[in-house]
């Protein structure tokens, strides 16, 4: 059996690692059990990850990176995922402000998103 390699070993560890901080924050927050159920889901998620690597293409693609057509799917489901988000903050916002309110905290979080498109767009449009 071939030892994995560090971009397959890269969402597993970065799901572990989002676990971690999900404790710790529940720890600080005095929310011990949402910290707790924060660690175990995405402990879990990361071991679906690893044993369904073997029987699933998509999984393993994703995680290794080498495929470029998984790699495609990957980009354009981040984008449609990305949209949706950005479609939910906007609905929230005009909520907000229809009923009096200030529409905070989705405008940072809309602004955030806007602010990351236009650095992406002039960023892509530089290199390529």
Known sequence: MRTPSATELAVP?????????????GLIGGQVGA??????????FAGVLWLVRRRSETVKGLLDRRDERINTIDLKATALAGGVVLSALIVAFAVSIARGGSGSPYDWLLGLGGLAYVVA????????
């Open 35 to 44: 910290g707790v159920l924060g660690l175990v889901v995405m402990v879990a």
């Open 121 to 128: 767009l002039v960023l892509f449009r530089v290199r390529g």
């Open 13 to 25: 560890a970065v799901a572990v690692a989002g676990g971690i901080v999900y404790l710790v924050a």
